[in-house]
Structures are given as structure tokens and as C-alpha cells.
């Protein structure tokens, strides 16, 4: 059996499909193919449960929808999965020869794509996990999916001189109203080295850089400046090592929790019950405007008040659990 997953989007959501591809594989012995963007190519195509992945890069879909479609047309599916839910990958499923073609139901579609001829899975509660919500799909065809692995590969090499004991601080977030402040982490940092003897190592994409150096030369001494110099597969490894990752709302969140680390997400405008981790603890204030779901705000409040004792206070936990 030969089964198309189309999830381009984001990394956190591609992460969060991991368990239905490895539910699909193991139960169902099936042939999984992935329509996957740039951006998460490299954990899907290394991944021991995806037998082929294909790139979409939606930033240059005019020369690449037209090449991603030839590879596609190229085979017969029996069954396609549009995780994607959008126009395009809409549009890539009806372009496949496939023997089933499933989507979401209507309420949880985008751009009108419940008008297009698939299968549907049935009504379910919008706000729960993503990852439960891909789920679903395993559910409809029948597959058990109460085992949830995510089976993403580490080799153990970290390819950076860490100390052996350190803590991720995520500082980067695709939603600037996601991000926590230059002080807080900083002061975080500060606190995790003197009371608790522990480096923070700094992660985020090449955008990341400037806040970066100013936390790092704001707290030299603590911490270690990662941000914009991790290939993915880098920052997996430098994730896997670590004891604890403090993070944004962001796909690296996700990542960490795949890996079985312990995590403390800070959240602000995002709904943590949907997009949240899926193992960890979740810091947002209860505020009569969150959640708003904003990608920008001119003051954002929600993460302002989030200070670095209860970050400690989470890690504490977590660590004592």
C-alpha cells in the first residue's frame, strides 16, 4: 500500500504528524510518501518511517507545483492525505492518481477547500492537540492510534564543544508577538548559572541573531550563542543533548518534545490546548485579551509578565516529578 502525506507547512505541525505516518507504517505496513516544504525536508527525508519525500517549496511554487506534480503523476496512491488543508495542497491531491483522496471535515478546512471532492473525516473538537487531530486520519481508516512515537532519528554527535550539562533557551518565534524579551531570557540565564550551576545555550534562525548577541552580552558569562548557526539536523542534536529547553511558541518547541525533553513553553496569544507541547509545562497569564491569536501587538502584555522565577518554578518541577 502506497500512502501520500501532503503536510508543506510548518515545522511544528510536520513534527506533530510523525506519530500518524509511524501508526500508518508500523500497522498498515503502507509505503509513505510526504509532500514536505524546504524548511522540515531534512527531519522527513531522514526519517526510518518515510520511504520518499518530495520538496514543495511554496516561495517558488510557479517552478515548483509544476515539477512536484510531474514526480506525483509519476505513481498511483491508494490512499492521499491532505493534511495542508489550503488551496494548493488542495489542488496537489486532485492532481495524483490515487484510489481515496481524504481531508478534514468542513468546519476545520481552509481557503473553501471543503468544496473539493474528498472523503472527510468526521466532525471533532477544533481546539484539541493538532497532533490528535492528524490522529484522526489514522482513526478513519481504521489503524489504532493510541501509541504516539515520533521515532525522529538522533545520532547522539553533537557537532558543537557543549558542556555536558546545559539548557536550550529557544529565543526565536515565527510570530513576533510569540517572542519573550532580551531581559528575561537573560536574566534566566543568569539565574540558571549561578544558582543552579547550569550554561544556556542560545538558539534561534539567522533573524535571531541581533537579540541574541544583545542577551549574550548582556549575561557573557552564561551563555553560549547559537542563534542563526544551526542547520536543522544541528539544532536536533543540540536539542537531544540537552538537560531542559526553554522556548517560545515555535517549531523547535515541538522538536524538543519529540525528543523526550523536558520543556517549559512560554505562551502569549496562542491557544496552548491546539498548538501547545505535547509533554511539558506551559507558562501563560491569565489576561482578559489571551488568547487572541495575534501575529503582531504593540504591547504585548501577556509575554512581558512572564519572568524568569517562573520559568525556574516550572524547571523545578519538571525536575522533581
Known sequence: MDILIIKIGALGDVI???????????????????VVGPLSLPLVKDHPYVDKAIVFDRQKWKTSLPNVVK????????ITLDLQRILKSGMLSLSVKTGSRIGFDRKRCKEMTWILPFKRIP??????????????FATYLNVPSNNVRWEIPVSGNIPFDLPKDYIVLNIGATKPANMWTEKGFAALAHILKNNFHIDSVLTGSVEDTGMANRIAASSSREVINLAGKTSINELK??????????SCDTGPMHLAVALGKDVVALFG?????????????VIQKDLPCVPCNKRKCKDPICMKEITPEDVIKRLEELWSA
Do not use: C
Open 269 to 281: 496569544p496562542a491557544d496552548p490546548r491546539r498548538t501547545g507541547p505535547f509533554s511539558g509545562q
Open 123 to 136: 466532525e471533532s473538537n477544533p481546539f484539541s492537540h493538532m497532533l490528535h487531530q492528524y490522529l484522526e
Open 237 to 246: 542534536e543540540v536539542l537531544a543533548g540537552s538537560k531542559a529547553v526553554v
Open 71 to 78: 514526480q506525483l503523476r509519476k505513481q498511483t496512491f491508494d
Open 16 to 34: 506533530n504528524t510523525f506519530p500518524l505516518v509511524v501508526n500508518l507504517k508500523t500497522k498498515l505496513g503502507a509505503r509513505i510518501h510526504w
